[in-house]
Protein backbone atom coordinates (compact mmCIF):
# COMPACT_ATOMS: atom_id res chain seq x y z
CA UNK A 1 0.00 0.00 0.00
CA UNK A 2 1.02 3.36 -0.84
CA UNK A 3 1.05 6.45 1.46
CA UNK A 4 1.73 10.02 1.11
CA UNK A 5 4.37 11.62 2.59
CA UNK A 6 4.76 15.35 2.94
CA UNK A 7 6.58 18.24 5.21
CA UNK A 8 5.87 21.83 5.59
CA UNK A 9 9.68 22.11 5.59
CA UNK A 10 9.79 21.69 1.67
CA UNK A 11 7.77 23.31 -1.08
CA UNK A 12 4.06 22.61 -1.25
CA UNK A 13 4.68 22.64 -5.04
CA UNK A 14 1.50 22.98 -7.06
CA UNK A 15 -0.23 20.26 -9.08
CA UNK A 16 -1.72 16.67 -8.80
CA UNK A 17 0.97 15.03 -7.00
CA UNK A 18 2.54 14.27 -3.43
CA UNK A 19 5.83 15.75 -2.17
CA UNK A 20 7.14 11.70 -1.65
CA UNK A 21 5.15 8.37 -1.96
CA UNK A 22 6.18 5.74 0.41
CA UNK A 23 5.64 1.88 -1.11
CA UNK A 24 7.47 -0.86 2.17
CA UNK A 25 10.96 0.13 2.36
CA UNK A 26 11.10 2.73 -0.68
CA UNK A 27 10.23 6.63 -0.91
CA UNK A 28 10.06 7.63 -4.04
CA UNK A 29 10.67 11.85 -3.91
CA UNK A 30 8.85 14.04 -6.54
CA UNK A 31 10.86 16.55 -8.65
CA UNK A 32 12.01 19.23 -6.32
CA UNK A 33 12.89 23.03 -7.13
CA UNK A 34 14.08 25.77 -5.77
CA UNK A 35 10.64 26.69 -3.91
CA UNK A 36 10.12 27.55 -0.68
CA UNK A 37 8.09 26.05 1.55
CA UNK A 38 4.72 28.47 -0.12
CA UNK A 39 5.92 27.14 -3.56
CA UNK A 40 7.35 30.36 -4.48
CA UNK A 41 10.51 30.28 -6.93
CA UNK A 42 13.79 31.57 -5.13
CA UNK A 43 15.73 32.55 -7.25
CA UNK A 44 19.74 32.48 -7.18
CA UNK A 45 22.90 31.85 -8.92
CA UNK A 46 23.03 27.32 -9.40
CA UNK A 47 24.70 27.23 -6.28
CA UNK A 48 21.96 29.12 -4.56
CA UNK A 49 18.88 26.67 -6.02
CA UNK A 50 20.47 23.91 -5.93
CA UNK A 51 21.13 24.22 -1.80
CA UNK A 52 17.45 24.91 -1.50
CA UNK A 53 16.20 22.31 -4.11
CA UNK A 54 18.45 19.62 -1.83
CA UNK A 55 17.12 21.03 1.02
CA UNK A 56 14.05 20.58 0.28
CA UNK A 57 14.20 17.14 -0.90
CA UNK A 58 15.88 16.51 2.47
CA UNK A 59 13.30 17.40 4.30
CA UNK A 60 10.73 15.14 2.60
CA UNK A 61 13.22 12.27 3.02
CA UNK A 62 13.65 12.95 6.63
CA UNK A 63 10.06 12.94 6.83
CA UNK A 64 9.51 9.76 5.48
CA UNK A 65 11.58 8.68 8.25
CA UNK A 66 14.94 7.63 6.13
CA UNK A 67 18.54 9.45 6.22
CA UNK A 68 19.91 10.86 2.77
CA UNK A 69 22.25 7.99 3.28
CA UNK A 70 19.58 5.81 2.72
CA UNK A 71 18.75 7.93 -0.59
CA UNK A 72 19.82 5.03 -3.70
CA UNK A 73 19.12 7.32 -6.98
CA UNK A 74 18.75 10.85 -7.86
CA UNK A 75 17.53 12.56 -11.31
CA UNK A 76 19.17 15.71 -11.98
CA UNK A 77 17.46 18.10 -14.97
CA UNK A 78 19.83 21.30 -15.08
CA UNK A 79 19.15 24.34 -17.10
CA UNK A 80 22.29 24.53 -18.25
CA UNK A 81 25.11 21.79 -18.32
CA UNK A 82 27.29 24.83 -18.29
CA UNK A 83 26.43 24.88 -14.51
CA UNK A 84 26.93 21.28 -13.94
CA UNK A 85 30.37 21.76 -11.97
CA UNK A 86 29.17 24.63 -9.66
CA UNK A 87 26.08 22.32 -8.91
CA UNK A 88 28.06 19.93 -8.28
CA UNK A 89 29.88 21.33 -5.77
CA UNK A 90 26.75 22.01 -3.57
CA UNK A 91 25.09 18.41 -4.38
CA UNK A 92 28.30 16.27 -2.97
CA UNK A 93 28.09 18.28 -0.01
CA UNK A 94 24.83 16.19 0.69
CA UNK A 95 25.55 12.53 0.48
CA UNK A 96 28.24 10.49 2.09
CA UNK A 97 30.47 7.68 -0.28
CA UNK A 98 29.41 5.72 -1.63
CA UNK A 99 27.43 8.36 -3.38
CA UNK A 100 23.73 7.54 -4.86
CA UNK A 101 23.86 6.36 -8.13
CA UNK A 102 22.63 9.26 -10.62
CA UNK A 103 21.47 10.51 -13.95
CA UNK A 104 21.89 14.13 -14.80
CA UNK A 105 20.83 15.87 -18.19
CA UNK A 106 20.20 19.31 -19.83
CA UNK A 107 16.00 20.02 -19.56
CA UNK A 108 13.88 23.06 -20.26
CA UNK A 109 13.15 23.90 -16.86
CA UNK A 110 10.75 26.92 -16.39
CA UNK A 111 12.52 29.88 -14.98
CA UNK A 112 14.73 27.43 -12.81
CA UNK A 113 17.98 26.32 -13.20
CA UNK A 114 17.69 22.77 -11.19
CA UNK A 115 14.95 19.99 -10.33
CA UNK A 116 16.33 16.76 -8.19
CA UNK A 117 14.20 13.71 -7.76
CA UNK A 118 15.28 10.73 -5.60
CA UNK A 119 14.50 7.30 -4.83
CA UNK A 120 15.03 5.85 -0.88
CA UNK A 121 15.58 2.62 0.09
CA UNK A 122 16.22 1.49 3.49
CA UNK A 123 17.37 -2.22 4.39
CA UNK A 124 15.18 -3.77 6.52
Avoid: W
Avoid at 8 to 30: C, D, E, K, R, T
Amino acid sequence: MRQAVSTNQASIGSGPYSQGIAVGHMLFVSGQGPLDAEGEIVPGDIEAETRLTMDNVKAIVEAGGYTMDDVVKVSVYLASLADFNRFNAVYVSYFDAPYPARTCVEAGLDGIKVEIDAIVCKQS
